[in-house]
């Protein structure tokens, strides 16, 4: 949810006129309750909200890998830790997952999906951090994980010194823990 840009106070202002104390009562507690609910969106949005699979407090996140080529291939899970939170369109996810085997056949593009829709940009500005374990890189001695505009997905990408930067393939078992901060859509998306 994004913050309100506008403030909409009730307008049923013929309450008012009629000079009436109950009709002013309800005029009052008309405003009383939009003041408390535009108060509660902005709260809620600087707050933010925290969705993790460890409560069950908001709907929680689990993170998955997918595989962008074989859409079919499942993931055999040995843990997937994830939070997010979210501040209006800001969403900063932190997650730890570590598969043991997949269903399909090795080598298409891989992301994690991403629990809101990236807002959309020119390029790919969201890049976040990760730390792997038993993960063979494509190419490079380096990976991060980027946002991905107008997606769910956060694509995994390997780079290094004196070489172009290329997705992460698809592997049989690894671990991926990391931060990644971006921009989502609204929060319908």
Known sequence: ??????????????????????????????????????????????????????????????????????TATTFTYANQIGWVLRQGIIVDCWFDVRWTANSGAIGGNMYIELPYKVAVTSNNPFVGVLQTSSLTYTSGDNIVINAYNNTFEGQIWCYGSGIATARQRTTASGRIMGHLRYFGQDEKN
């Open 1 to 70: 949810m994004t913050l309100p840009s506008t403030i909409i106070l009730p307008d049923n202002f013929e309450l008012l006129r009629k000079n009436d104390p109950e009709a002013t009562i309800e005029y009052m507690q008309n405003l009383i309750n939009k003041l408390n609910d535009m108060y509660e969106d902005i709260v809620g949005n600087v707050n933010g909200v925290i969705r993790t699979n460890n409560t069950q407090e908001a709907p929680s996140w689990i993170p998955k890998i997918k595989d962008e080529t074989n």
